[in-house]
């Protein structure tokens, strides 16, 4: 995979990162943030950036401040939104933006699409509810973005199974990974490979930007 680009971001946490791997004639952008208990070199993140510049969409991983300084605990969600609104801000798109991420960074974006001028939200394996606690949805989260959105969920994720997702959120799309968990990691002998997995999230997730982002006037 060609080396990402990385430069530091000035946040009120401190320092964040960003890595990006533009495509050389971008009709889209994608920013990722990664989720709480990892960083950027999770699996489906770089997955999504190693394929999609090559088709016309540039992907900016950002790296939160609290993993830049070695931490292993995440801060507070509003810190998150925070620290993800400056990486936007410090970006210079002319594509349409679509702001993402995996889990608690699913979360910050479902947050704060809206806000930073974003024309969709891409959420991998958002947490629906703290695993065996279904009572505390954030739901409302998702419910709240307000525009394209695609949720990519493992089909056994402890923190939100596909089932439990409603089917009356309009603006939402909703694609399965046989097998994997919350983690998008299959069973060595489930129903696809780990490579058959990753290829689902890039070809569901390039799908859906041709068909919602760039080929809708509307969402703009």
Do not use: Y
Request: charged share 20%; with cysteine.
């Amino acid at each position: 995979m060609k080396q990402a680009v990385v430069r530091s971001v000035e946040t009120p946490q401190g320092e964040g990162r960003m890595h990006t791997r533009r495509a050389r004639r971008p009709i889209v952008t994608l920013l990722l943030s990664h989720g709480a208990g990892g960083g950027v070199e999770a699996r489906d993140l770089w997955a999504l950036a190693d394929a999609l510049p090559a088709q016309g969409v540039s992907v900016a991983l950002f790296e939160q401040p609290w993993r830049v300084a070695g931490r292993k605990v995440a801060t507070a969600p509003a810190t998150l939104d925070a620290a993800l609104t400056c990486a936007a801000d410090a970006m210079r798109v002319r594509t349409p933006l679509v702001v993402g991420g995996r889990s608690a960074g699913a979360r910050s974006a479902a947050r704060t699409a809206r806000r930073l001028g974003a024309t969709g939200c891409l959420a991998l394996s958002f947490p629906l509810h703290p695993p065996g606690r279904p009572d505390q949805s954030r739901l409302p989260e998702l419910k709240a973005v307000g525009l394209p959105t695609l949720v990519i969920q493992g089909e056994s994720d402890p923190m939100g199974r596909p089932e439990e997702f409603p089917g009356d959120l309009d603006h939402v799309d909703l694609c399965v990974v046989p097998g994997a968990d919350h983690g998008l990691k299959v069973p060595a002998r489930g129903p696809v490979t780990q490579q058959d997995a990753l290829g689902i999230v890039v070809e569901s997730t390039l799908e859906w930007l041709v068909r919602e982002v760039v080929g809708n006037p509307s969402a703009r």
